[in-house]
């Protein structure tokens, strides 16, 4: 039981934790990412119930965006950043959805990650305001016969 809960730890060590890489690594690092495969399940989720949808803003988040790639099943991906935030919101006439991916949630062999869109709105005196619309959580479930989380659902909250 002991050499399953240091694999397990492991594993998810090596899921969760992105180091930086080199160019030559990052598609690679692209591929094992499960915050990019909970992307993966996003996209997919956004062009069945928002086919309107061609790109997805998402809030810079070291460790979590790095490795988003620009684009996915279709659809762009953007980082909005401190720096290119206000312009991106300007060319939008000041409204967008604005998207967090969130860090894993560990429980037992589940991980959790939590998408969450905003409507956001630029105002000149306050800045961007941000109201939520709804939540989503993609989940995946450790397989100790392969030795992988595979993903196990997708949930609207």
Request: charged share 25%; proline share 4%.
């Amino acid at each position: 039981m002991k050499n399953v809960l240091v694999v397990f730890g492991l594993m998810l060590g090596l899921y969760i934790v992105t180091p930086a890489r080199s160019l030559a690594q990052e598609t690679s690092a692209q591929e094992e990412s499960i915050y990019v495969r909970a992307l993966k399940q996003y996209t997919r989720w956004i062009n069945k119930f928002e086919p309107e949808t061609d790109t997805l803003y998402f809030e810079e988040l070291k460790g979590i965006t790095t490795l988003f790639p620009k684009e996915m099943d279709g659809l762009t991906i953007s980082i909005l950043t401190g720096r290119n935030q206000a312009q991106v919101y300007q060319q939008h006439n000041n409204e967008l959805i604005q998207r967090k991916m969130t860090p894993a949630k560990v429980t037992g062999s589940k991980i959790e990650i939590g998408i969450i869109p905003y409507e956001g709105r630029l105002e000149e005196n306050r800045g961007i305001i941000l109201s939520l619309r709804k939540w989503h959580a993609v989940l995946f479930q450790y397989n100790p016969k392969t030795e992988t989380f595979e993903y196990l659902r997708f949930e609207n909250r």
